[in-house]
C-alpha cells in the first residue's frame, strides 16, 4: 500500500506544475482572469494563440511523462509485476495535481491533455485510436468538450480490452484494481465537464474555434 500512495504522491506533486499559469505570468498576465478563467491549454489557445496554447500542453504532457519515469525507475525492478497499476496511481495523481493545486485554491485545469501523455506513456498502441477518436469529432462537430469526454470514455473501453486480453499480464485482482483507478479518472473528467455536458444535452455548447467564441476547457 506504501508504493502506492507514493507513487499518487509523485504524480500530485508533478501535477501542480501549472503550465499555462506559468506561462501566462511570463507574458505579464494571470490566465485565470481571462477568458474561461481556466489554467488549460485551451484557454492559452484563445487568450495568447497558438504558440501559447502548443507551450502549455507540452508542459502538461511532460509532467505526466516525468511522473510515470520516476515511479518507473523506483519501482521498475522491485515491483515489475505491479508496475501497471503503480503507472496509473501515478497518473491519477498528476490528474488531481492539474485539476486540484493547493497553491491555486484547488482551481486547475481539466485534466484531459495530462490523461492524452498517460495514454501514451501507458501504452501507444491504446493512445492511437483515442486521439484519432478526439481528433475526428472535433473537426467534425467543433466540440473540444465531446472529443475530450469520448477520448477519456474511448480510452477506458480499450484499457479493459487490453486487460482481458492479457496484454497488462496482472492478477485478476490487480486488474480490477487498475480498472478501478482508469474509472475514477474517467468519473472525475466528467464530473469537471458537468457544465459541457448539461451544454451538450440542452444544445446550447458553443462550438471550438480559435479565438473564437465558446466555453474553453482543459
Known amino acids: 500500500m506504501k508504493e502506492r500512495l507514493l507513487c499518487l504522491i509523485i504524480g500530485y506533486g508533478c501535477g501542480l506544475l501549472q503550465t499555462g ?32 496554447g502548443l507551450l502549455t500542453l507540452l508542459g502538461d504532457f511532460l509532467k505526466c ?19 501497471p497499476v503503480l503507472k496509473m496511481y501515478a497518473g491519477l ?14 482551481k486547475g485545469g481539466k485534466g484531459v491533455a495530462v490523461a492524452g501523455a498517460l495514454a501514451i506513456a501507458f501504452d501507444p498502441l491504446l493512445a492511437l485510436p483515442v486521439f484519432g477518436g478526439v481528433l475526428l469529432l472535433v473537426f467534425t462537430t467543433a466540440y473540444l ?19 482481458l486480453r492479457g496484454n497488462f499480464d496482472l492478477t485478476g485482482p490487480q486488474f480490477a484494481e487498475l480498472m478501478a483507478l ?15 455536458i448539461r451544454r451538450l444535452l440542452s444544445g446550447t455548447e458553443r ?11 482543459s
Do not use: C
Open 21 to 52: 499559469y506559468l506561462l501566462g505570468e511570463l507574458r505579464g498576465i494571470d490566465i485565470r482572469k481571462h477568458g474561461s478563467g481556466n489554467a488549460g491549454t485551451t484557454n492559452m489557445l484563445r487568450t495568447l494563440g497558438p504558440l501559447w
Open 65 to 83: 511523462f516525468v511522473a510515470i519515469l520516476i515511479v518507473t525507475r523506483l519501482f521498475g525492478e522491485s515491483h515489475a509485476q505491479l508496475l
Open 93 to 106: 495523481g498528476v490528474t488531481l495535481g492539474h485539476d486540484y493545486p493547493f497553491y491555486m485554491k484547488w
Open 145 to 163: 468538450s465531446l472529443g475530450s469526454l469520448a477520448a477519456f470514455a474511448t480510452f477506458t473501453l480499450l484499457a479493459l480490452i487490453a486487460g
Open 182 to 196: 482508469v474509472l475514477l479518472m474517467t468519473g472525475l473528467a466528467y464530473w469537471k465537464h458537468r457544465a459541457n
Open 207 to 217: 462550438r471550438t474555434y480559435i479565438h473564437g467564441q465558446g466555453h474553453e476547457h
